[in-house]
């Protein structure tokens, strides 16, 4: 989970953390219909396998990244920069980015993550951020609310992370 980071502690030794590329960050809020530092999934190279749970939730993905939504056997290859809809079931396979390093998931809502010192952003070398400073795992659920905090109980499935730790 990344938001735009924390500032105005690095003379604590805090790290700024934060979003690597601001620009589709920035735009996959927009679309999303989000407020400008609403937390977003940020994959490198390649992204997760995630299965959602519940009535449905508005996504889009930003960057140069290749993507299918899996609806009942039929497969929907995505175009980034477009809000997309996750019914319960569906499955999103984030299959890499091209000619790019980064790539952001953004829901329209909120995923339900902790925020320290004003961000959610998580540094997994310094251990802080939301998810108790660690990527997201196997089997791991991230449940999501709406943009009113109001919890439609709607989760992500974090099904399998593809590429073990490089």
Request: with cysteine.
């Amino acid at each position: 989970f990344q938001d735009q980071g924390r500032a105005n502690l690095y003379h604590f030794g805090i790290p700024y953390s934060g979003v690597m590329d601001n620009r589709n960050y920035i735009l996959a809020n927009a679309i999303a219909g989000n407020k400008e530092n609403t937390p977003v999934i940020e994959f490198a190279f390649q992204g997760p396998l995630l299965k959602f749970k519940g009535e449905k939730v508005n996504f889009n993905i930003t960057g140069n990244v290749s993507f299918t939504i899996i609806k009942k056997e039929n497969k929907i290859e995505g175009n980034c920069y477009q809000n997309y809809i996750l019914e319960d079931g569906d499955e999103l396979d984030i299959l890499s980015t091209n000619n790019s390093v980064y790539g952001y998931l953004a829901i329209s809502g909120n995923y339900d993550v902790k925020f320290q010192w004003k961000s959610c952003s998580i540094n997994t070398k310094a251990k802080i951020g939301a998810n108790d400073g660690k990527k997201i795992e196997k089997d791991q659920l991230i449940n999501i609310s709406n943009q009113h905090s109001e919890n439609l109980n709607r989760k992500l499935e974090y099904l399998n992370p593809k590429i073990e730790n490089i």
